[in-house]
């Protein structure tokens, strides 16, 4: 019963071809995340979304942007992939704000950059 | 100074050896805390959540300390399939930001 569902599992871009990650939820979770893992490295949280409000954590780069259409689905697009930004995508939905509740992952999208 | 810090080991133990990480939180206003376990490239799964009072699922025991800062996990009785990362995680009053600390890898040895 898959509940946090990242599509595609594995991505394959070209060096500034704009590419779109997927994350879809049956939840029903207020908060939805998106972070970047690369290898050894701990989970570095982009932005995330309590309902429709997007909160975008001061380091993340203009590169990398994201929509949320609905509850269910969070969408996270890198308008020019650079060599850099390979790494693992990982989604994660937690019920409320103020992270009282724990987060639950997708199982990642591993992103290459060619 | 970062956020979260925790030894990232490795630690390498053998089976049925008790082991114990630590992790360290700068913020004293941090609020909830939890011990994640992330397999060679798989997402992170939650393991437990800390509570003040210390809490125990089964091998698996985790403390708080707010006085020190630290948050702790000790796994006893280790199996081969507990060899995993693990990931403490810290979050604060002031919005939905989860801090992770960079990993603990354990590796239990037959």
């Known amino acids: 019963d898959a509940m946090v569902i990242q599509n595609p599992r594995y991505q394959v871009t070209q060096f500034g071809k704009p590419v779109t990650l997927s994350c879809s939820q049956t939840?029903?979770?207020?908060?939805m995340y998106w972070y970047q893992q690369k290898s050894s490295q701990a989970p570095k949280l982009l932005f995330h979304?309590?309902?429709?409000?997007?909160?975008n954590e001061a380091d993340t780069p203009d590169n990398f942007q994201s929509r949320r259409p609905n509850t269910s689905f969070c969408f996270l697009d890198i308008r020019s992939p650079g060599l850099g930004d390979a790494a693992m995508y990982l989604c994660?939905?937690?019920?409320?704000?103020?992270?009282?509740?724990?987060?639950?992952f997708g199982p990642g999208t591993r992103l290459t950059v060619t | 100074r970062k956020e979260v810090e925790q030894d990232p080991g490795p630690f390498n133990v053998p089976e049925g050896a008790t082991v114990a990480f630590n992790c360290t939180y700068s913020?004293?206003?941090?609020?909830?805390f939890f011990w994640y376990r992330q397999d060679c490239r798989k997402e992170p799964k939650l393991l437990m959540s800390?509570?003040?009072s210390g809490n125990e699922d089964g091998r698996f025991t985790a403390q708080l300390n707010r006085a020190s800062q630290y948050i702790s996990l000790l796994i006893r009785d280790s199996k081969l399939s507990d060899s995993a990362t693990y990931l403490c995680?810290?979050?604060?009053?002031?919005?939905?930001?989860?801090?992770f600390g960079t990993g603990t890898s354990l590796t239990v040895i037959p």
């Open positions: 994660a939905t937690s019920r409320d704000e103020f992270g009282d509740y724990e987060q639950y």
């Open positions: 939840l029903n979770h207020n908060v």
């Open positions: 979304y309590y309902d429709k409000d997007f909160n």
């Open positions: 913020n004293s206003a941090s609020q909830s």
């Open positions: 800390v509570y003040s």
């Open positions: 995680v810290v979050t604060f009053y002031t919005g939905n930001q989860f801090y």
